[in-house]
């Protein structure tokens, strides 16, 4: 719990001290240091709103409360939605997206995969430079469509490694990097209901490589706890 505060709180002074700064220079500041503050006080935003919905999620998923709601989607669709979305916070970055031979219509629960895949490509970009480019591609392999997230950045020490999965647990090279350790844990948690897997292979100094692993049909979920 004090960890999820600390997290928690390190947005909201910084989403209070930018609204402060405003309100007090607002007859002497620019437009363009209007727009500047305005910017840091959205992505501090956005911070917060991930931060919640993690949270929210995996009290869920420890209670057993996420269900499957499946329903047809387009796979193809969805990854270009989620990674426009995510890339468009950092409009810079290298990024390289490569998409073949998938499936029209898959059956699952498209929010929730929707969650998984954001929060694996949240990480790639947060454990890595704005100039250090991120490559997703997505195929699909026997029944299985198989989502990769490419990174060049921090990596995982092979020690860290066995554990990345569990709850709360963050990696050495990572404790100044703000996070609550429940990302990938719930991301893995999702896939499992889907019948799917989450797979992890990274080197420290060298990139991670993360595989969501989504069956072409799932329509009942499985049980599974955190």
């Given at each position: 719990m004090a960890l999820l505060a600390h997290q928690?709180?390190?947005?909201?002074?910084?989403?209070?001290?930018?609204?402060?700064?405003?309100?007090?220079?607002?007859?002497r500041l620019s437009t363009a240091d209007v727009r500047?503050?305005?910017?840091?006080?959205?992505?501090?935003?956005?911070?917060?709103?991930?931060?919640?919905e993690t949270?929210?999620?995996?009290?869920?998923?420890?209670?057993?409360?996420?269900?499957?709601n499946p329903s047809e989607f387009n796979p193809e669709d969805l990854i270009r939605r989620v990674c426009r979305?995510?890339?468009g916070q950092e409009p810079d970055r290298p990024f390289r997206l490569q998409m073949?031979?998938?499936?029209?219509?898959?059956?699952?629960?498209?929010?929730?995969?929707?969650?998984?895949?954001v929060i694996v490509?949240?990480?790639?970009?947060?454990?890595?430079?704005?100039?250090q480019a991120i490559a997703v591609t997505a195929r699909k392999r026997a029944s299985m469509v198989r989502i990769v997230v490419q990174d060049h950045g921090i990596g995982?020490?092979?020690?860290d490694l066995p554990f990345i999965m569990q709850p709360f647990f963050r990696g050495q090279n990572a404790k100044k990097v703000p996070g609550t350790g429940l990302g990938l844990s719930l991301a893995w948690y999702i896939l499992k209901l889907h019948g799917g897997?989450?797979?992890?292979?990274?080197?420290?100094?060298?990139g991670t490589k993360v595989t969501l692993i989504v069956p072409e049909t799932n329509t009942t979920g499985l049980s599974y706890s955190i």
């Open positions: 928690l709180r390190t947005p909201l002074s910084t989403i209070n001290a930018l609204a402060q700064g405003l309100i007090r220079r607002a007859d500047a503050k305005a910017e840091k006080i959205w992505r501090a935003s956005l911070r917060l709103d991930e931060l919640v949270i929210l999620s995996y009290t869920r998923a420890t209670s057993g409360g996420i269900v499957l979305e995510q890339i073949r031979g998938l499936p029209d219509i898959v059956i699952g629960d498209p929010v929730l995969l929707e969650q998984a895949i490509l949240s990480n790639a970009m947060k454990y890595s430079r704005p100039d995982i020490t092979e020690r897997d989450l797979e992890v292979e990274s080197l420290e100094s060298r």
